[in-house]
């Protein structure tokens, strides 16, 4: 009989990819994955570091976990990703039920372990894989990244997954060391994987019908491969290779850029080549120059805003998005007034914003004191969010009466709660009852610029990419109507006033 997984995955989209991969490689090992934890023979967390939170929400798992180890010592619990790296074997003093530890840099062994646990039963040794923070630039360096290369050659890619998206690593680890992130530590130093492979893997997810490939590195715009020969590829020749070589990719996208790193080759691969989404997610982090340096951003907001210019100018209708910490050590009030500032300046498509916090390790948590109250983190956490959400609006509304291309994500979530909530549906812009047909649902998908779209349609619809004009618009979200199959396929996508029509 099949061994039952159940794996829960937290933090970004690095770990959503790792998941997969560990997953294809413990079903090819005769795991079965569940969906049902209280029946799992191995419980496995794939973890994420990057503020107390996420870690206190494992924390919080792994408690509820004790008295079903106790009742079933055979029950194997395993904490992966960054936290394990991070805490390494202090977790197990915290949490003695927990068998393996795993970093996200020898994922590889993962299926070894899981089977040492297995097999050796409940008095079994603790089995562990760490690369130890940041200590392993040497040359076990390169072994370990040919295997972590064979780990990403390893997907299983089955056109039975119908899947409409995936996505595909380009580097792994980062060399920026921002003063108060832990990912450096987690996941090692910035290594690019060979152009080929890359290309390959994104081809044989177009094969199956993918119809979206989102490329993945903490700093991907950074990304460049020195070959043999001594010739590079760099970050805007990837693309120009992928867009040329995958002919039948619909849309391709990328996250996350670092914004000092953007060159104009690579900004304009996006306006030359029309299936790259006119889309950027890169972070700001801060709108001050001091705290920008005292968290080794490397640039000032200046240099950012002719950053965000640049891309304007090639590029009028692209999408740009960021994300901001709020009560950075030494934030001062006219400090946080220049990220509001620069929220409203550059007109972000959205922001994701985060309240500083200490990351053991770390060199802020070393060098500056936490000295903004919570109070105050709060507070302009909220103002922030709110001046955000007033640009979103003004934005999405500019989309009204635009006919977009949307790729189909699935059923609304929020319908789908209040429909077996209630059994009616309220949704809509106005908030008014929408009245569906007998085979139709509310759908959402996302449009080239990730702006996200909820109309009525077919559960059919689910992964195809459609057109849909929008009547209505929040913060959040754009409604509209679907145009049905015969509809043109010309898309329009809008920022900041302006509108250039692309197809995607
Ligand atoms: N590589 C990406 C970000 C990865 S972490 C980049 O550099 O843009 C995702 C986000 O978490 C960061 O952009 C930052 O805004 C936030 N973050 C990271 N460390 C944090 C900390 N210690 N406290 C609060 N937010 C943090
Ligand atoms: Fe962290 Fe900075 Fe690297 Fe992003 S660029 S992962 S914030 S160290
Ligand atoms: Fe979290 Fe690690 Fe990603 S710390 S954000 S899961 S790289």
Redesign the pocket.
Known sequence: MKRKLYLETFGCQMNVLDSELVLGQLRAHGYESTEDRDRADVILYNTCS?REHAEQKVWSRLGELRPQKQQRPELVIGVIGCMAERDGVDLFRRYPHVDLLCGPGELDKLTQLVHNAVVTGSDRPRQTALMGSNTRRSATLAAAEDNLELLDLSRSINSEDDVAQAYVRITRG?????S?????YT?GPEVHRPPQNIIDEVKRLADVGVREVTLLG??VNHYHFRHDDGRQTTFAQLLYDIHEAVPHLPRLRFV?S?PRDFTNEALAAMRDCPRICRYLHA?A?HGSDRILKS???GYTAGQYYDFVDRAREMMSDISIAS?FIVGFPGETEDDFELTMEMVRRCRFKNSFIFKYSPRPGTVAIDRFVDDVSDADKRSRNNRLLAVQQEVSESINRQMIDQTVRVLVEGESKLVSRQAANTGKVELGWEKRPVALAADETQMVGRTPGDQVVVFSGPLSLKGQLVDVRINGAKNLTLFGEYCGSKSPRQTSSITAGSTIAHSV
């Open positions: 990057v980062c060399n920026k060391f921002c108060y992130c832990v990912v450096p996941r903490q700093t996350t670092f972070p982090q968290m080794n951003r994300d």
